[in-house]
């Protein structure tokens, strides 16, 4: 049932255009140059140091290793970080 | 990151957290929307951030839940701006009595400007604007309107045509047209009017004083046409009117035959002349003229300077050769020029409103290369003429 609620989502998204992360409830990650990143749609951090973010998303985590990292804001549902950033890795 | 300017505000403060489950923390300030901003983490589990005052001190349950320990580094914001202002009473108490005195001063009139005025004094306007109100030191808002101030002042001021008032900051400018009154006659002694040639009295109109005499008379220089004694003979006005009559010229006329007059023959020659004061210092045209009869027509511009005329400048002449022709004329076109000139003579000499009624031919002859005329004239002008009555 799961499977199938998602394929028909996946498909109306496909077919009407609709922006994929506000219907599929997945995070969308803006990064500029490696100074500036956005991230959008999270559930909570659940580590923060100045080398090492670590966000709870819906579907897995988000780790975000990089030097001098700072939390420039900070929303129910959204981060902005700033620093410069080595990696983005997604954990599933 | 949103309302930085009503975070600076309502105050915000930067805090140092030490300890404890630090992410911890941070998700349930975010879940509970106190939502701080430019979060550093240093490296020995002390983190730095900003938030506002209000969430400031809703921070206790939560550091209690996550074991923290919060420490104030800085403040920033209008709250605590003015604390340290409160220590300071008397700059701030002021500044606010400057600004109160400036705009104190800037309501009150200071300076009352006529303008326009040339009969009136600037006193009589000054004081008609007084009485309306209108002074140094007057405070503005007790002044009615321009325009019911200009009323006022013009019913003050009965020779002024118009008046505009005009405020403009602490100035008030009084703008005067004045009325131009009526020509008055000028006052002169007690007269009659009497006749100042020889002439048959055609019409007469008296305006002030007795006529003396009726139309269709014949009156002699001298004659009173209009008495200035009335009554019976005791009052002396001054008589007033006008009397026309005709008067008859004899004109001796010569004419002429041959006609001599100028004509242009084309040849021009041009000269320009630098002028410096008195002197014409000649610059081009050289050269001595090919004709001996010339007229010139000189065109000269000086230089100017907003109201000086400076002394020196450019003129130009143009030279024309003259020719003069020597025309025979016929006796009868002789005859009616001779004529025409008389005629022009007599009405310069009689005056504005006059006109020939008759002429006549008395004699008429021609010799040595010309016409003689004795023509006699008839004209019809205004005869009468002033003589105070002196009384003893």
């Given at each position: 049932m799961r499977r199938l609620q998602r394929k028909l989502k996946g498909w109306t998204t496909k077919i009407l255009d609709l922006p994929p992360d506000v219907v599929m409830n997945l995070p969308r990650v803006t990064m500029i140059g490696n100074v500036q990143l956005y991230i959008e749609s999270h559930r909570g951090v659940l580590h923060f140091s100045e080398e090492l973010l670590k966000l709870d998303l819906t579907k897995g985590q988000l780790e975000v290793h990089g030097k001098n990292l700072a939390i420039r804001a900070i929303l129910s549902e959204e981060v902005f970080v700033e620093g410069t950033i080595y990696e983005i890795k997604y954990i599933p | 990151m949103q309302s930085f300017f009503l975070a600076a505000v309502r105050g915000y403060v930067k805090v140092e957290i030490r300890g404890g489950n630090f992410e911890q923390l941070l998700n349930l300030l975010v879940d509970r929307r106190c939502l701080p901003w430019d979060i550093v983490i240093t490296n020995r589990q002390k983190a730095e951030m900003k938030m506002t005052v209000r969430d400031y001190f809703r921070l206790r349950p939560f550091l209690k839940q996550t074991g923290c320990r919060v420490h104030v580094l800085q403040r920033y914001g209008l709250p605590f701006f003015l604390n340290k202002v409160g220590r300071r009473k008397f700059f701030v108490a002021g500044m606010a009595c400057f600004v109160v005195g400036l705009y104190l001063l800037s309501s009150v009139v200071w300076n009352v400007e006529v303008d326009g005025?040339?009969?009136?004094s600037d006193n009589q306007i000054l004081q008609a604007a007084r009485k309306e109100g209108?002074?140094?030191?007057?405070?503005?808002?007790?002044?009615?309107d321009p325009d019911a101030l200009a009323r006022g002042i013009q019913a003050h001021l009965p020779d002024a045509a118009w008046i505009g008032v005009e405020i403009r900051g602490t100035h008030i400018w009084i703008k005067v047209v004045e009325s131009r009154k009526p020509q008055e006659t000028p006052l002169s002694n007690p007269r009659n009017l009497v006749a100042a040639k020889n002439a048959l009295v055609t019409e007469i109109y008296a305006e002030k004083g007795r006529p003396m005499v009726k139309p269709n008379t014949y009156v002699r220089?001298?004659?009173?046409?209009?008495?200035?004694?009335?009554g019976n003979g005791m009052q002396a006005v001054v008589a007033k009117g006008k009397v026309k009559g005709l008067v008859w010229y004899t004109a001796n006329i010569e004419v002429p035959l041959t006609q001599t007059y100028k004509v242009y023959t084309g040849e021009n020659k041009n000269r320009s002349y630098l002028v410096i004061g008195k002197y014409g210092v000649q610059v081009t045209g050289y050269g001595k003229l090919p004709f001996d009869k010339y007229e010139t027509v000189v065109n000269r511009t000086t230089l100017q300077w907003r109201q000086f005329t400076l002394p020196f400048g450019w003129q130009t002449e143009k030279l024309m050769e003259v020719r003069t022709d020597k025309q025979a004329v016929d006796p009868a076109a002789a005859k009616q020029m001779g004529l025409e000139r008389a005629r022009a003579d007599l009405l310069v000499g009689a005056g504005p409103d006059s006109k020939i009624t008759g002429e006549k031919v008395l004699h008429e002859r021609t010799e040595n290369g010309k016409v003689y005329m004795e023509v006699h004239f008839e004209v019809e002008e205004y005869i009468e003429q002033e003589q105070p009555i002196i009384q003893n």
């Open positions: - | 005025n040339e009969k009136l209108i002074y140094p030191f007057q405070w503005k808002f007790r002044l009615k220089k001298g004659d009173v046409l209009i008495s200035g004694l009335v």
